[in-house]
């Protein structure tokens, strides 16, 4: 099971962001949360499903690029396809046509609970940032924002906080 580096913390009375619960050990590493597979993920589950060497897959499961941004391993605009009956996954990069209809395509709501998550506050209260963007695009208003505060990563912001 993946968390971030923020689960299971306190709100930081100041900044009113999540404080740094968990530090990867190792530099690289990055502590993400499950709403989509890491490339890595990917990779092995191509090998627990010895999937490596089977036709390319029929059915297409997409990862929109806010999402993607935070696994380097993974272009933007990329595809991530899964055949159901083979679990064999691939991932490839899109065209401008193709990326245009994608951009249409997530801007759309998830939820018929989104205009009531937008009236208590989650659109904009940072815990729950993320998943809004995810579930609630268009009425939270996510479908053209900048993530510059996503690019932050969990080191990053626990050295801030300690210095």
């Not at 962001?17 to 990055?30: A, F, G, I």
């Not at 993607?68 to 605009?77: C, D, G, K, R």
């Not at 990326?99 to 395509?105: N, T, V």
Request: net charge positive; with cysteine.
């Amino acid at each position: 099971m993946h968390y971030d580096s923020t689960a299971f913390g306190k709100m930081d009375p100041l900044t009113r962001r999540p404080m740094v619960t968990m530090v990867p050990v190792k530099e690289m590493v990055m502590l993400t949360d499950n709403l989509v597979l890491t490339h890595l993920d990917a990779q092995k589950l191509k090998i627990l499903g010895k999937c490596a060497d089977l036709p390319k897959p029929k059915t297409a499961i997409t990862a929109p690029d806010f999402l993607l941004e935070e696994q380097p391993s993974i272009a933007t605009n990329s595809v991530i396809e899964h055949n159901i009956n083979t679990h064999n996954i691939q991932v490839t990069e899109m065209d401008n046509s193709a990326s245009q209809d994608f951009h249409r395509l997530i801007c759309n709501d998830r939820s018929q609970e989104c205009e009531k998550f937008r009236v208590r506050g989650f659109c904009s209260n940072y815990r729950y940032k993320r998943l809004m963007k995810v579930h609630c695009r268009n009425t939270c208003k996510f479908c053209h924002e900048p993530h510059s505060e996503e690019n932050e990563t969990p080191r990053k912001m626990f050295e801030n906080r300690i210095s």
